[in-house]
């Protein structure tokens, strides 16, 4: 056998030895042919066309290219020299064809790739094969339905860890090896853990199926349930969605922390939110009116119900009688009787808040307008003396308007019991310790001379660093549009006019644009043009 057909056997070996978990390539193939490493180094440069790099000095993690999460995903991270004249890309498996697409449409122009080692690596595989948890104890509940120890130990991690980091939402999802928990935090998905044995996979969902008293026979139809657990001192409700895929089922859980808000010291307030000054006094206005409709809308995880919330909670003073119909409950607001919807004993939006209606309320909350009934029912208690808080999916008051005349609405009466709409996104912040400036780009310089910084030479630059655990972004604010409703966009509404034509009335009252707000907080260093791009779009 020659040294060309000997090096490809040896890397053929080393990459199943990887796949089945017992290391990277790079180590097993230094293990396996009994070299030093420089010499590997050179005998896959000749014969492979492949780099090694064996440690990482005299390199620095460009996270700014390739995120954390991404690098975590695809056991790869883009190095820069110390001097910043060339990159790297360092794999753990570079003959991963299907990684390296993904790569490639990641960066577009990919740099040199190298096998990298474990030490070079270590930082962002130690966080996908292994849950983090500084804790030995991770067995929250009881493991008497017969599930496997480390099972239980590795969804309760999930959790904990999900919780301890602020995630939103925690993911598992299955494939053909195993199963990879990802966190939605901050709005973005991030790698976390993985289990790499196809029937834990299938325990693990089984235990979350458990866990909220779903059918575990039932493997063909999605499946809702909900569970409470107590994390770091807290109750914690969970959401649990459980869907059929092609390798089995997917679990994602939403958590939710009904102990956040119950603090009256804790309040969240609409300034704590990140409104700005003159946004946070429209908001107040338009709350303190004695009846009416007050609309958030925006897409899923915009945080339209924490703005319902913080609204709702500053015009708490005790005298007026709040009730609220969610779906879950997801804060305890003290001083207001707060009703969960219930639909598998027959307690929609639609009854429930008839029956709220009764129960002499000044001020409710509808979690949200999902369907024509519950839509006709909080218009006619705007329209009646109360005030009613709610959300709605849509993407604009043009959209939210659209939405209402799809649900059949007499749009007379509809707009006659609107008071304002809020528009709302949340945006991550830069990370305040690693962020930097780059020279603007062509497109970017074009988007923010049409949003009126024009002459704009710099914009903030995304890296990422152990504070902010590679990503470039801690924490959210949020941009909105706050319209109040007038009787001339009535009068456009209710005939019919174009959406042009509404749309030069709204934007001739002062009110900016989501643009125009992402582009005052990228010239403020708070936030990326990639960043507004992702959650605003340039339009």
Not at 287 to 292: D, I, K, S, T, Y
Not at 487 to 502: E, I, M
Request: hydrophobic content about 40%.
């Amino acid at each position: 056998m020659s040294d060309i057909q000997d090096l490809k056997s040896a890397i053929a070996a080393a990459r199943r030895e990887s796949k089945a978990g017992r290391g990277v390539v790079l180590d097993l193939l230094l293990r396996a042919l009994g070299c030093a490493p420089d010499q590997l180094a050179q005998r896959l440069r000749a014969e492979a066309g492949v780099g090694a790099i064996f440690d990482s000095e005299g390199w620095r993690e460009d996270f700014g290219r390739l995120s954390m999460g991404q690098a975590r995903e695809l056991k790869a991270v883009v190095l820069a020299s110390s001097t910043g004249a060339s990159q790297l890309l360092a794999m753990a498996d570079p003959w991963d064809e299907a990684a390296l697409r993904r790569v490639a449409r990641v960066l577009g122009a990919t740099p040199p790739v190298a096998a990298a080692s474990r030490q070079v690596l270590g930082r962002v595989l130690d966080k996908v094969v292994a849950i983090e948890d500084e804790s030995p104890a991770v067995q929250l509940m009881e493991t008497s339905d017969g599930v496997e120890g480390p099972v239980v130990q590795f969804v309760d991690a999930a959790l904990r860890s999900g919780y301890a980091r602020g995630a939103s939402d925690i993911h598992f999802e299955c494939s053909r090896s195993g199963v990879v928990v990802r966190l939605r935090k901050d709005g973005v998905m991030q790698s976390f853990a993985r289990l790499d044995d196809a029937r834990r996979a299938e325990e693990v969902i089984s235990r979350i199926k458990v866990l909220a008293q779903l059918d575990i026979t039932e493997k063909r139809l999605p499946q809702d349930g909900r569970f409470r657990v107590a994390l770091e001192g807290n109750d914690v409700d969970l959401r649990v969605s459980i869907i059929p895929s092609v390798f089995g089922e997917d679990a994602v859980l939403r958590l939710l922390d009904k102990a956040q808000l119950r603090d009256p010291r804790d309040q969240v307030s609409l300034d704590l939110l990140g409104f700005d000054a003159d946004s946070a006094q429209r908001i107040r206005d338009l709350a303190e009116l004695p009846h009416g409709m007050l609309l958030v809308t925006g897409p899923t995880g915009s945080g339209k119900t924490t703005t319902v919330y913080a609204s709702l909670s500053e015009v708490n003073n005790g005298i007026e009688k709040i009730i609220t119909i969610e779906d879950p409950v997801e804060y305890e607001l003290p001083g207001v009787l707060q009703v969960p919807v219930n639909e598998r004993k027959g307690l929609t939006f639609a009854k429930g808040l008839r029956s709220i209606l009764r129960h002499d309320p000044d001020r409710i909350l509808v979690g949200e307008i999902r369907d024509a009934e519950t839509a006709e029912i909080a218009v006619q208690s705007a329209l009646t003396g109360h005030q009613v808080f709610t959300t709605v999916h849509a993407n604009s008051i043009f959209d939210v308007t659209g939405r209402f005349k799809h649900f059949g609405l007499d749009m007379f009466g509809f707009m006659a019991a609107l008071n304002g709409v809020i528009v709302q996104r949340l945006v991550r912040c830069l990370c305040p310790i690693c962020s930097d400036w780059r020279p603007v780009a062509e497109r970017e310089a074009h988007w923010l001379a049409n949003m009126g910084f024009a002459n704009t030479a710099e914009v903030p630059q995304v890296r990422g660093c152990a504070a902010c655990d590679g990503t470039g972004y801690k924490g959210r604010r949020v941009i909105a549009e706050v319209h109040s409703v007038d009787d001339a966009f009535r009068d456009l509404v209710t005939s019919q006019s174009p959406v042009s034509a509404l749309r030069e009335h709204v934007y001739s009252r002062n009110v900016r644009t989501l643009g125009q707000q992402g582009a005052d907080l990228i010239r403020s260093k708070i936030t990326s043009t990639e960043e507004i791009k992702r959650v605003v779009g340039w339009q």
